[in-house]
């Protein structure tokens, strides 16, 4: 299932859920709450949205897995269901961002590590040890390997992901989106050379995060 409809279908139930609400209320004939319940309508429908992306394409090019900022960019060596040196870059999305995630990199679907946690807010370091996550790990054509973590935040409250162990994606395929208000963090080979800033906005599926040696 390619999951490329305007809008990620799992937003439908909220969507719909919202209407039915709206003509209710309606039908009760109370004006403001009718009327904030149709803003909530089409919020929900954009917070769901789910543009095309495209970016140009280099082999060794590493694509943001997530809109939103740039909050920390560090090296670093760990040792757990993700083992080894990396560089990692966190990108915090809050509920303005399209929260669809995409393939930072073309290769095969080597592991995806599910974990529970807390829903502390998502732009604290302690979030990636933390809060709810799921790991996802990449392995391109060369055998380098990258991992993107979809971290939930304070209000996010669903890691939803659409590839499975042993699929091949893309780069900027999609390959998962977290609810309302989350992060990612995707970890680099350590000789990576990354091409983005703190403070930096990026955008899932187009713009580079660095290039692969």
């Known amino acids: 299932m390619k999951h490329d409809s305007i809008i990620a279908q799992e937003g439908y139930p909220f969507i719909v859920l919202s209407i039915v609400a709206a003509v209710f209320i309606a039908f009760l004939g109370i004006k403001w709450l009718t009327i904030l319940f149709v803003l909530i309508t089409f919020f929900v429908v954009w917070f769901f949205r789910n543009p095309e ?16 900022r740039v909050i920390k960019i560090e090296d670093l060596a760990i040792n757990g269901t993700i083992s080894g040196k990396f560089k990692k870059i966190s990108i915090f999305m809050n509920i303005f961002n399209v929260h669809v995630n995409r393939a930072p990199v073309s290769g095969k679907i080597e592991a995806i590590n599910y974990h529970e946690g807390k829903f502390v ?6 979030a990636s040890s933390d809060n709810e996550r ?8 060369d055998g380098r390997v990258v991992w993107a973590v979809q971290i939930a935040g304070l209000i996010a409250r669903r890691i ?8 091949s994606v893309g780069k900027g395929e999609r390959f998962g989106l977290i609810r309302f208000g989350s992060r990612v963090d995707v970890y680099l080979p350590p000789d990576s050379a990354v091409s ?12 580079p995060l660095g290039y692969l040696s």
Do not use: H, Y
């Open 196 to 207: 983005v800033k703190t403070g930096q906005k990026v955008r899932a599926g187009e713009t």
């Open 121 to 126: 807010s998502a732009n604290l370091d302690k």
């Open 160 to 167: 939803v992901c659409w590839v499975q162990v042993g699929s």
């Open 53 to 68: 992306r495209f970016f140009a394409e280099e082999e060794k090019v590493i694509i943001a897995p997530a809109d939103g």
């Open 134 to 141: 799921n790991e996802v790990m990449f392995r391109t054509a």
